[in-house]
């Protein structure tokens, strides 16, 4: 079974910077894509950036130039660097993975449970 656990969400100012991690762990053969996604209160889930296994990227329109998604293969791990945050960032923000549990299978997509941004001064 495979588990996405997420980190570093919290309570920042506007301005202000966080990192979220997102450690994959199981039973898997290879990990493809990996993203992040986001859904405020009332609204629907949105992405917000994806990376893929060759280290492609891309952002929705509202964070290019302050997010930046990166990944440690090595260590099954996506990270997002969120600078210059603003109010209309805040909400819960999900990790996603496609993975495949044995050599040439079918991708599966696996989401974490989220961890909550909130910008606020």
């Known amino acids: 079974q495979v588990q996405l656990v997420e980190s570093g969400g919290g309570l920042v100012q506007p301005g202000g910077s966080l990192r979220l991690s997102c450690a994959v762990s199981?039973?898997?053969?290879?990990?493809?894509?990996m993203g992040w996604y986001r859904q405020a209160p009332g609204k629907q889930r949105e992405l917000v950036a994806a990376?893929?296994?060759?280290?492609?990227?891309n952002y929705a329109d509202s964070v290019k130039g302050r997010f930046t998604i990166s990944r440690d293969n090595a260590k099954s791990t996506v990270y997002l660097q969120m600078n210059s945050l603003k109010p209309g960032d805040t909400a819960v923000y999900y990790c996603?993975?496609?993975?495949?549990?044995?050599?040439?299978?079918?991708?599966?997509?696996?989401w974490g449970r989220g961890t909550q941004v909130t910008v606020s001064s």
């Open positions: 996603n993975a496609a993975v495949r549990y044995n050599s040439g299978g079918v991708l599966y997509e696996n």
């Open positions: 990376i893929t296994s060759g280290g492609s990227t």
């Open positions: 199981g039973s898997i053969f290879s990990i493809n894509a």
